[in-house]
Structures are given as C-alpha cells and as structure tokens.
Nanobody, 127 residues
Framework: QVQLVESGGGLVQAGGSLRLSCAAS????????MGWFRQAPGKEREFVAA????????YYADSVKGRFTTSRDNAKNTVYLQMNSLKPEDTAVYYC????????????????????WGQGTQVTVSS
C-alpha cells in the first residue's frame, strides 16, 4: 500500500504560481512512476503531468507544457508540481497518483492504470 497526501493548493490570481506537493508513505516510493491529474466541476479527470520512477523522464499535457514542471525527491518521498503562469482554466482539484513501475508498460496519461491516489487539493485561479 502507498498513501499519498497532496498539499499546496489555494487561491491565486491569473499569472501567479503555486507549487503542489505530494508526500508518499508506505511501500518504496522510488518504485513508483508518479502522475498528476486534475478534475474541474462537471468535467472528467484529465492528465496533467507525470514523472518516471527514476526521475529521468517527464511528460506533460499540451495545455500545461511550458508552464508546469514536475519533479521528485525520492529521498523525501515527495513529488512536486510547480505551476507558473496560471490561468482561470487551470482551476480544478489536483490529484497525484502512483503507478508501480514493475507492473508493466507505463501509460502515464491513463488514470485507470494508476494504483494509488491522493485525496486531492483545490486550485482556484481568479481572473
């Protein structure tokens, strides 16, 4: 089992920045690829960003590329999502998720392939 807890959400004006953190506990964090997803009211959950278990490769949705950066610190069992140049359309609940890299190919943008999820943190961007 892996427990994930997101933090760092809040209210920010358009153009501002936030950094989300996702702290993991339980089984070895370094075995897991980590993803970020978001869900806005009335919309489906969508992929935002992901980082491989080694930290060697990252992936981004087109809508956030160039504005968001994900990173991880395996020594601290934490993954981060730095969000810059925020827009009102970034408003959503943001979730982190863990995928066991030993379980096969990594479909980083597919929510149902992730094994564990956090409870989410609200990000609201005002115009």
């Amino acid at each position: 089992q892996v427990q994930l807890v997101e933090s760092g959400g809040g209210l920010v004006q358009a153009g501002g920045s936030l950094r989300l953190s996702c702290a993991a506990s339980g089984r070895s964090f370094s075995n897991y690829n980590m993803g970020w997803f978001r869900q806005a009211p009335g919309k489906e959950r969508e992929f935002v960003a992901a980082i491989r278990w080694s930290g060697g490769r990252t992936y981004y949705a087109d809508s956030v590329k160039g504005r968001f950066t994900t990173s991880r610190d395996n020594a601290k069992n934490t993954v981060y999502l730095q969000m810059n140049s925020l827009k009102p359309e970034d408003t959503a609940v943001y979730y982190c998720a863990a995928d066991d890299h030993n379980s096969g190919p990594y479909y980083y943008a597919t929510a149902r392939r992730y094994d564990y999820w956090g409870q989410g943190t609200q990000v609201t961007v005002s115009s």
